[in-house]
């Protein structure tokens, strides 16, 4: 039996292979102090993994860290390890070195305060950039990277994956015009951030994903277990977020519309977030606008605010006002 000319349709295959994960997007990763870079690396580069998604590897890395915060220090050696036995990645010493070599960045530091400072680095290069939850570690950061962003027609994202679970929980669920809705989900709090941005955020996002932009006021109450955030907007709806502390670290929603209240269950997972990604790496269109995603951050600034002042309402307009970049 004449094995060449399976031998060399093997070859070819193997040669086209190579071509079409040549022809991915290139990603660096810059902070790898979260569980985040080892389960985004291996859902993009493997494509043997569950939910593989195709299109982009990551290829670049830069190590970061927060020497202040221990989940960040404890976990930024070992994590850089982990992604250096993938043959393909590369460590770089600086930003700037790693932005060179890439197609698209991931901010991906625990820490939001950072990110100022990387967004910095990267934005001005023009390169699609996904921004890990939070933004920024405060609203003025946020805003100023979002300013510098449209300075340079730089495309940019920030998402929590809760976001696209939301999405995938109320597709093809009716419940008439919207009246409101009620979030919830874990909210420990790290006393480098503020209180909502380090863990409530992902209850907050859920929350926007339902209702979109339009917040007017924030009023929140706040014990050692728990916070509720309410959220009034302009048309009338109400939003409320609970976050919980020493208890089961569960999310959950429910919506209340005209003709129907549901309470979908929320799956958790990362792919349907990277397909987001990919996408926006791809069209350089943000899924999220600059808009809402300011807006969310604000919503969680003025709670803090509330907070501060005992439980008042607080206007979100206020809070942007106060918070602009200096």
Known sequence: MNLRPLASLLALLSLLGLKARAADLRIGLIGLDTSHVIAF?????????????????????FK??????????????????????????????????????????????????????????????????????????????SIAIYALA??????????????????AALKDVKYGELRGATTFGPCEIEPTH?????????ACEMLYTVMGTGCVTVQRTHTPNADVVTGVWGDGRVGTVRGNRATKGAYGLTVFGSTNVVSPEIKTGYAPLLRDVVKFFQTRIPPVSAEETLELMAFMEAADESKRRGGAPVKVADVVAANQPR
Do not use: C
């Not at 625990?110 to 609203?139: C, E, M, N, W």
């Not at 730089?154 to 976001?163: A, E, I, K, Y």
């Not at 503020?194 to 992902?202: K, M, N, Q, R």
């Open 150 to 167: 449209k300075k340079h027609n730089t495309p940019v994202f920030s998402s929590s994956s809760l976001r696209q679970a939301v999405q």
């Open 194 to 202: 503020p209180d909502l941005y380090w863990y409530g955020i992902h």
């Open 64 to 141: 970061g860290g927060s020497p202040d915060i221990p989940s960040s220090a404890n976990r930024v050696e070992g994590f850089t390890r982990d992604l250096l036995k993938y043959p393909e990645i590369k460590l770089y010493d600086t930003v700037a070195e790693l932005v060179k070599n890439v197609d698209a960045v991931m901010i991906e530091s625990v820490d939001g305060r950072p990110h100022l400072q990387y967004a910095r680095d990267v934005l001005p290069s023009g390169k699609p950039t996904f921004i890990d939850k939070p933004v920024g570690g405060s609203l003025r950061d």
């Open 41 to 61: 690396t291996k859902t993009l580069n493997d494509p043997k993994a569950k939910d593989h998604v195709p299109g982009a590897r990551v290829v670049a890395v």
